[in-house]
Every structure is written in structure tokens, then in C-alpha cells.
């Protein structure tokens, strides 16, 4: 087994002011007014940097004798940062054995254990990478980890140098103070390790695989009708009913390990492809990519380092998604020798490609949280398609206004813009991730129209036009801001264009309406993420803390006391606080006690509302509030509160399942009436709980501490009928529905009303119905080894408040064995023309046995009297006897069509003297013609019983009339 071995340096920041103690991250609670009056350059200058210089630097230098932090970014610029001097150093050693020693001077301050994973023999990005080292709140972390290493305090942060195992620094973390708040500065130093791992980004999953799109795209282009002169409908565009397509460059994307490497480390880049076995789909052709290097580049997207690889590729030669096919591909890197490391060659990990195809192109816009569709689109921004106002700006000018800006401020629509697509021809809207990687762009342009009190003035006069094209609404009047603009409804279109072809073609087109206020600040949002909402019994409770409110003071640039004198919160008609669209939940104002006379606003959810966002695939909820102007002079602030909805899950393993109650796979129960015993059987009925060890249902792996409504004693368990598959007997077909509660399967024959099948009690145990036609059908449609009717059963488990525990492993099948069976015994022989009456007794064509295999007995327990088959209850039917009478087995006739003077008669007389037991004489008559070979009759037989009826065919020979 091969660790690495990494040591880390850390330097602690001594107070910025004599005096000063440590502010840790949740000592909040001090005077607002104390915390704004905090010495703030430095941490001002740390946020500053981070937002110059991004994540990746080329050095970071500290002098200590002076204080001063030097940073070089990617870009080769250099920063400084006033410092404490002086700052005192620590070490932080790892070993190979996952060990960590912080010492100061030589002595051991703490210590504590990490696991370090192996080195593979393909490194992948779980290696052990010294760049996920970090510290927070006095521990150090490892990948988000905390061990058990404490850091000294020291006054108001830290400056923490990693190292790898040659002593070479990779990455820095600088953390500070921000106005009561720490500030964190993280920075890895570019290509300071050799790259040692790429694995793959998927843009889904098929069948478990990581995949890449392939993307092929088709659309009807867009083209602007003539518009000389403004109107007040505004501009149209027409749609081409020729289809267009783009095939874009095909992109892959790999994280890095580390993530600091740059394209300078990469000699060459090669895909490996095959075509390779996976079940159940067949083998496809080895599609042969290349790696385009030149094309190639690390990029940072989202916050995430990526090495993007242009992938060339025969398109023909890429399964769809639906083909049954699967091709794959891994691609290796070979390094550069740098220093004393020599070049490698790193191979990622393997992953399939399918081609897509992505049509119905929608712009959206992102308004309270929440993208919504543009005005004068295809599909309306109510989902109905087709709209009738698509390529129509109108729709966008007899609409209310998107959004609003401040006459002296600006309002960039550019970052709100998303484009949706479907799917491979689907119903389904989904997010395009990357315009650009497939081969379009936006276009903005600012859309005229003549609007104003009496429909005469053309709105682009009062915004900048140069602006616009940059999707920025820039309130001016003839270049200058202006009181003029107050008003007005500038109105900006958004095109997203094809790049491919030449002149670009536009690919879908749609119009933001904006309305201009009065104001000396622009409207702006603030979004703050609140707590994880674990489901459970009690409410999600959040508030807009005072701190929060800091924020949203600063950014206003109004203290405390002149925020809420110039905004008011938008209230509805009720007089609640009105809520954005797609809001979840109530919002009231109450009193923050952590802060003294502040009135913040308190966020509810209910357990049933965060669940019906689940229900509908949602994983985070929010709730936006509005603060309006009071006078009317500034723009809109809406704030958003935001969090993530964890649901809870458990599982109902195997292992609490008697296995000897079960089938092999555990996938189903049996159900049967019970051995025959003195007293007849009357119900059908099955315990449920029985087949549980200890008669308890037992749910698994509920991560109790984060979902305390959920424990263990809290949880109720019963079962549900989760349906049965449709049947089919003869020409009759049997449909099944479940009634809401899930406690009764019921029946519909040939889609005639549905009859009750069986029920499930609280208690678990289900009852099937013996007296319906339907069910006594179902039931005997089978003999108990060959097909028994089978449902489906669901272990459904809730909480004191009756919540639903999400489960895994809780469906199972029920297979209801047929109580009594029919056998043909195929051994009696008539012979013809017998002296007196040709007749043979019942019991030497047919017998019974029982659900167990076991054949009728009256001693000592009488089967017939505990199953129900009584004097009279077995019968045949004469007119379906069926003969080999100028015939063969394989394909016999109906014996009246043959033999019309032929007859067959029974009458059942069941008796039991003693051992001997008989069911009454079927006797045979031929027809006065002499039979020289034998033959054989097949005579349908009904039983009836307790539950039902079984039908069968049994065999009688007749032999020729002279032996």
C-alpha cells in the first residue's frame, strides 16, 4: 500500500489592534454599530483580491519583518496585502501512516488521524490531494473531514501554507475577519504538483454508466418580418418551416487532480475507445475519437477547474440514446518531465458516449429565484404550445414588467438569461449547461416600440442602445441621465443564434419588458442560504437574521433607521407579506432577540409543502419578500431565502426476513388456507408480520441524527396492496385497482365494474375475498407449483404525524396457492360393448390432492369435509369431450361432432365407507358400432369447493369391443 506524505505550514495572525480578542465564526451577537466600527482594511482587501485574482495564483510571499503579502496571480500581475508582521509559524506534519502533529517550535500542540487513501494503479481524483488540507474553526479538515488537530487560538486568523512531501508549497489559505464575519481567501499555486489523476465529468447516466452527450441540434430559424417604423405592437419575427441543424464540437470534461494544473503540463492528449461487452445491451462499433489539443484547455466554470477536452468524431459511428448500444472511451494524458518528476502518462476513467438530439429551443429569464419564459416564444409563459403570440414583441408590451431600474442605475439582463431544450423528441424542458460548447450565443438588441400616455414617443429613447446590445438596461434621455426616463417601458429583445453558419442564424427569439423608476439606487436581490430543511414532524423555521439585514443595509448604503424609513416590505391585499412567484411557505415580520428593536422576517414551510415540492423532483425551496420604496424613489430590493430539503430514507434489508418463509431471491411470500385439520377451513387469510423476524419490521441505515421525527421509536409499519399485473384466463381479462388508502386490491373482468379481491387490515394480515366470482377465478386459475395469482404488497412506514419514511427493499410479491388441485390419473380404461353397462367410477379418472401435493384422505383428517367438496361436487361437461376418434392427441375433435350417437353421462355421488371412497359412475355408450382400436376420451371435470371451483380435463381409454 503506497500514502503520500504532506506537511503543512501555518502561520497565526496576530490582533490587528492591541487589545483585540478572537472572533470566532458563530460569536455574532455583539452591538451592530461595535462590529461596522471593527478595523476593516485588510479583510476588505483579502475579499478584493479573491474576486481579482480568482482561485489559482503563480506565488504567494509573505514578509515578516514587514508585514506585507505579495500575490501573484495566473495572470502574471502582482498584489499586496498589508499584514501583521511577524506572524508566529507552525508545523503541520502527515505521515504515511495518516497521522497528524501540529507542532510550534518543535513540540508537539496536537495531533490526531486521517485516512489517506491508496495510490491506484490508474490514479483517480480521490487520491490523496494536499489541497483538500484545510482549517476551519480552530480543527483541521481533511476533504471536508474534521480531525481532531486543534489550532491554537490566535487574535483574528490565519495565513496556512500547504506543502507536499518534497516541501514544495501547492496551495495557501488566508483567513480574516469581515465585519463580524470570517472571511476566507483560498488560493492554489498553479502547476506546483505534477497532474496525477483526471476523472470524468458525466453529463448523465445511462444505465448506471457515465455518459456524454453528443449533442445534434435542430431548430427553425427565426427572421425579423420588416419594421421601418415603430408601432405600437412592437417587431415580429417569422419562423422557417425548413429545419436547420448544428453539430457542434464535441466536448468532455475532467477534473484534475489536482485541480492546479495547467495546459503547459500536457505534452499530448489521446482517446481510447473500444467496443466492449454490457449487459443487457449488444456491442456497438469502436467509434476511433481523437483528442484535438489545440483546441483543447483548463477552464473554470462555476467555480470548478476542468481540463476540456475537444473530442472529433465520426457522429455515425455514436449510438443514440435509445439504441441498445453503447460505445466507450478513456482518455490519456501524457505529462511533461518537470524537474526531478519525469513524464507520465495518466489515464482517466472509462465512460460511454450517446448522441442527443436537442430541439425546441426556449429562452428564460431568472425572475425571484425562479427562471421563467421569455415573452413571444413558441411554447407561452403559461406552457401552453403553440403559443399564438409567438415572434411577437406584443406580447412582451401588453404584459407587466419583468423588472425594474432606478433612473440613475443599470440593470444587467445578460446573467439572467438561461436556455431551455427538450429532449431526444420529450415533453421535458431541460437546461442547456453550455451555449457556447454547442455552437451558439446570445444577441441582445434593444427592441423599439412607441408607447407613453398617448402612444406617440418610441421607448428606446430613453436607454442606452450601446448598452443594450451587452443585455444591460442603461436608463439616459439623449446620452444623459435623466428624470425624463421616469416611466417608461424600455422593452429589450434576446436572440439566440447559431454561430455555425454564415451569416448566423437565429435560433429562438423572445422580449424582457422593463419599467424605469425614479430612484438614487438601483433595485438588486439578495439571496441567503438558510439551513438544510431535514423533513420531519416539526415546521422549517428561518429567519432573515439582523446580520443578513447588515448586508442588504450595506449594500443599499443606508444605515439601520434610513433603510427602514425609505422601504417599506410589500404587503398583499390581507395585509401578509407578499411573496414572489414560485414561493414556498409564509413569511411574517417578528423580533429578532438576538438584536435589540430589529424586526426581521421569519420563514415557515410546512413538512406537507416541502414535500410536495419533492413530489415534484424539487430538491431546495425559497421564498422571496419584496422591500418597495416608500416615496417611490429607488428601486425594488428583493431578498430570497433559500434552502436545501433533505428527505430521510431507510431500508428494509433481507437479513430481518425469515428465510425459510421466503423465495431464494427474497421477492416473494406464499400464502395458503393452512394443513387440513378436524374443522372445515372457511377464510383464506395471511399474517404478514409473521414472515419478519420477531414479527417486527425493522427499517435500516435512517440517519436518525439528522431526522429525529424518524427514529426507530417513532416509526409504525403496515402493508398496502401495490397492485397485481393483469391477468388473462381463457378469453377473459382481469384488471386490477387499489383503493386510495391502499388497503383493498379489487378486480375488473373484461372492464365491467371492479369487485373486491382482498383486503389488508391494520394489523397486516389480508383476508381474500372466498364469495366473489373474480376471485374465486384468480385463485383457481392455477395449480399452486405451476402460475398462482400473484400481487404486489408495499411496507409502508410512517411517524408520530403520520409521514411517509421513504424505503428501499419494501416491495414484495404475494402468490396466493390454490387450495385443492385436480389430477388426471391417465390410467382408466372402459372396453367397449361391456356386458350390462359400460361404466367406470370417477375416482379411477380423476384424484385430488391438496395445496401441499398431498392426495384426498378421510382418515385421519377427512380432506373433502376441511376443503368443502361435498356429495355432489364434481361435474363434467359433455358437450367439451374432446377424442382422438379419427383424430390424434396432438390435435383432437369434439366427441359430438365425431360420434353424435356416442355418449358419456355422469352423476356425482360422493361416498366414503371406510378406506374405500367413490364419486359415482360415469357411464359410456358407443353407438352400436363395433370398435377395433383403442381410443381415448378428454373429459372436462369441475370441482367445487369452499373456494370456488377447479376445472381440469381428465383421460379415459376405450378399449377395442373383442380383445
Known amino acids: 500500500m503506497k500514502k503520500k506524505f504532506v506537511r503543512v505550514m501555518l502561520f497565526g495572525a496576530l490582533a490587528l489592534a492591541t487589545g483585540a480578542s478572537f472572533v470566532g465564526c458563530k460569536d455574532y451577537d455583539d452591538d451592530i454599530d461595535a462590529v461596522n466600527a471593527r478595523v476593516d482594511g485588510i479583510e476588505k482587501t483579502l475579499s478584493e483580491l479573491q474576486a481579482q485574482v480568482g482561485g489559482y495564483v503563480k506565488s504567494v510571499v509573505y514578509d515578516a519583518s514587514t508585514g506585507k503579502l505579495t500575490v501573484t496571480g495566473a495572470d502574471s500581475k502582482e498584489y499586496t496585502i498589508p499584514m501583521p508582521e511577524e506572524l508566529p509559524s507552525y508545523t503541520l506534519d502527515v505521515t504515511k501512516d495518516g497521522k497528524i502533529t501540529l507542532k510550534k517550535d518543535g513540540k508537539e500542540v496536537s495531533s490526531g488521524t486521517i485516512d489517506i487513501p491508496e495510490i491506484p494503479e490508474i490514479p483517480t481524483y480521490k487520491e490523496f490531494d494536499p489541497l483538500l488540507l484545510t482549517v476551519k474553526d480552530g480543527y483541521v479538515y481533511y476533504d471536508g473531514t474534521k480531525t481532531s488537530v486543534a489550532i491554537p487560538e490566535t487574535a483574528k486568523g490565519s495565513i496556512t501554507a500547504i506543502l507536499d512531501e518534497k516541501g514544495v508549497v501547492t496551495g495557501y489559505r488566508i483567513v480574516t475577519i469581515e465585519n463580524g464575519k470570517e472571511v476566507t481567501g483560498e488560493f492554489s499555486v498553479i502547476d506546483a504538483i505534477p497532474l496525477k489523476g483526471l476523472v470524468f465529468e458525466p453529463t448523465c447516466y445511462v444505465g448506471g454508466i457515465s455518459a456524454l452527450k453528443a449533442n445534434n441540434l435542430t431548430y427553425n430559424a427565426w427572421s425579423q418580418n420588416a419594421y421601418a417604423k415603430p408601432s405600437e405592437t412592437g417587431e415580429t419575427y417569422k419562423s422557417n418551416p425548413t429545419l436547420s441543424y448544428i453539430t457542434p464540437q464535441i466536448w468532455a470534461y475532467y477534473h484534475m487532480n489536482p485541480a492546479s494544473v495547467s495546459m503547459a503540463q500536457i505534452e499530448s492528449l489521446k482517446f481510447l475507445s473500444g467496443d466492449k461487452d454490457y449487459y443487457p445491451v449488444s456491442r456497438a462499433a469502436a467509434m476511433d475519437p481523437t483528442a484535438n489539443i489545440k483546441k483543447s484547455d483548463v477552464v473554470t466554470e462555476d467555480g470548478q477547474r476542468y481540463l476540456k477536452v475537444a473530442m472529433d468524431a465520426d457522429a455515425e459511428k455514436i449510438p443514440a440514446l435509445n439504441s441498445g448500444k453503447v460505445a466507450v472511451y478513456a482518455l490519456q494524458a501524457q505529462t511533461k518531465a518537470i524537474g526531478a518528476d519525469e513524464a507520465k502518462v495518466i489515464t482517466s476513467d472509462y465512460a460511454s458516449i450517446y448522441k442527443v438530439l436537442m430541439s425546441d429551443f426556449v429562452l428564460e429569464t431568472k425572475i425571484d429565484a425562479e427562471d421563467v419564459i421569455l415573452y413571444g416564444q413558441s411554447i407561452s409563459r403559461t406552457g401552453s404550445t403553440p403559443n399564438a403570440n409567438a415572434g411577437k414583441a406584443q406580447e412582451a408590451i401588453d404584459a407587466n414588467a419583468d423588472y425594474t431600474v432606478a433612473t440613475d442605475g443599470t440593470l444587467k439582463l445578460a446573467d439572467k438569461i438561461s436556455t431551455y431544450y427538450k429532449e431526444n423528441n420529450g415533453t421535458e424542458l431541460v437546461k442547456m449547461t453550455n451555449i457556447k460548447d454547442n455552437g451558439l450565443k446570445y444577441v441582445f438588441t434593444a427592441s423599439n416600440y412607441i408607447g407613453g400616455a398617448n402612444n406617440e414617443t418610441e421607448q428606446n429613447s430613453f436607454f442606452n442602445g450601446s448598452d443594450a446590445a451587452k443585455g444591460i438596461i442603461n436608463p439616459e434621455y439623449k446620452g444623459q441621465d435623466s428624470e425624463a426616463t421616469e416611466h417608461r417601458e424600455p422593452l429589450l429583445r434576446v436572440e439566440l443564434v447559431d454561430t455555425t453558419k454564415v451569416p448566423n442564424q437565429v435560433v429562438a427569439v423572445g422580449w424582457i419588458k422593463t419599467k424605469i423608476v425614479k430612484g438614487t439606487i438601483d433595485g438588486f436581490g439578495k439571496v441567503f ?98 422591500y418597495e420604496s416608500v416615496d417611490g424613489t429607488r428601486g425594488d430590493i428583493t431578498i430570497t431565502m433559500k434552502a436545501s430539503i433533505a428527505m430521510p430514507s431507510g431500508v428494509i434489508k433481507n437479513d430481518q426476513k425469515i428465510t425459510e418463509a421466503w423465495s431464494p431471491d427474497k421477492s416473494y411470500v406464499k400464502a395458503d388456507v393452512k394443513e387440513p385439520v378436524t374443522v372445515a377451513v372457511t377464510d383464506f387469510k395471511l399474517d404478514l408480520f409473521d414472515v419478519f423476524e420477531g414479527r417486527k419490521v425493522v427499517v435500516s441505515d435512517v440517519t436518525e441524527a439528522n431526522f429525529p421525527s424518524f427514529t426507530k421509536d417513532k416509526l409504525t409499519a403496515k402493508f398496502i396492496f401495490s397492485g397485481a399485473k393483469d391477468v388473462t384466463i381463457g378469453t377473459d381479462k382481469y384488471t386490477f385497482t387499489v383503493t386510495a388508502n391502499g388497503t383493498q386490491l379489487n378486480a375488473s373482468k373484461n372492464s365491467a365494474t371492479a369487485t373486491k379481491i382482498a383486503t389488508i387490515d391494520a394489523d397486516g394480515i389480508i383476508t381474500y375475498n372466498k364469495a366473489d366470482e373474480n376471485a374465486q377465478a384468480l385463485l383457481n386459475k392455477s395449480a399452486y407449483n405451476v402460475d398462482p395469482f400473484t400481487v404486489g404488497i408495499e411496507i409502508v412506514v410512517t411517524n408520530e404525524c403520520d409521514e411517509i419514511l421513504p424505503l428501499t427493499g419494501n416491495k414484495f410479491d404475494v402468490k396466493f396457492l390454490r387450495p385443492i ?143
Open 529 to 626: 442560504t438558510k439551513d438544510t430543511y431535514y423533513y420531519g414532524c416539526e415546521n422549517n423555521v428561518a429567519k432573515l437574521t439582523y446580520l443578513n439585514m447588515n448586508d442588504v443595509y450595506a449594500e443599499a448604503k443606508l444605515n439601520k433607521p434610513d433603510f427602514h424609513t425609505a422601504y417599506t416590505l410589500k404587503k398583499d391585499d390581507g395585509g401578509a407579506i407578499a411573496l414572489g412567484e414560485g414561493s414556498t411557505g409564509t413569511v411574517t415580520e417578528v423580533t429578532d432577540p438576538e438584536a435589540i428593536a430589529t424586526t426581521v422576517v421569519e420563514w415557515t414551510v410546512t413538512p406537507a409543502e416541502a414535500l410536495a415540492l419533492v413530489k415534484k423532483s424539487k430538491t431546495e425551496m425559497f421564498a422571496t419578500v419584496t
Open 821 to 963: 388441485n385436480v389430477v388426471d390419473l391417465k390410467s382408466a380404461e372402459l372396453q367397449d360393448a361391456t356386458t350390462g353397462t359400460a361404466k367406470i367410477d370417477m375416482s379411477k379418472l380423476l384424484g385430488l390432492t391438496d395445496w401441499r401435493g398431498q392426495a384426498f384422505a378421510v382418515a385421519p383428517i377427512d380432506f373433502y369435509t376441511y376443503y368443502g367438496v361435498t356429495g355432489s361436487a364434481i361435474s363434467i361437461d359433455k358437450d367439451q369431450i374432446m377424442t382422438t376418434l379419427n383424430a390424434s392427441e396432438a390435435a383432437p375433435k369434439l366427441l359430438k361432432d365425431v360420434a353424435p350417437n356416442m355418449s358419456i353421462n355422469y352423476t356425482c355421488n360422493l361416498q366414503k365407507t371406510g378406506g374405500d371412497i367413490t364419486y359415482g359412475d360415469l357411464v359410456y355408450a358407443n353407438g352400436k358400432f363395433t370398435i377395433n382400436a383403442p381410443f381415448k376420451l378428454f373429459i372436462p371435470v369441475t370441482v367445487k369447493y369452499t373456494f370456488g371451483e377447479v376445472t381440469s380435463t381428465v383421460t379415459l381409454t376405450i378399449t377395442p369391443t373383442h380383445q
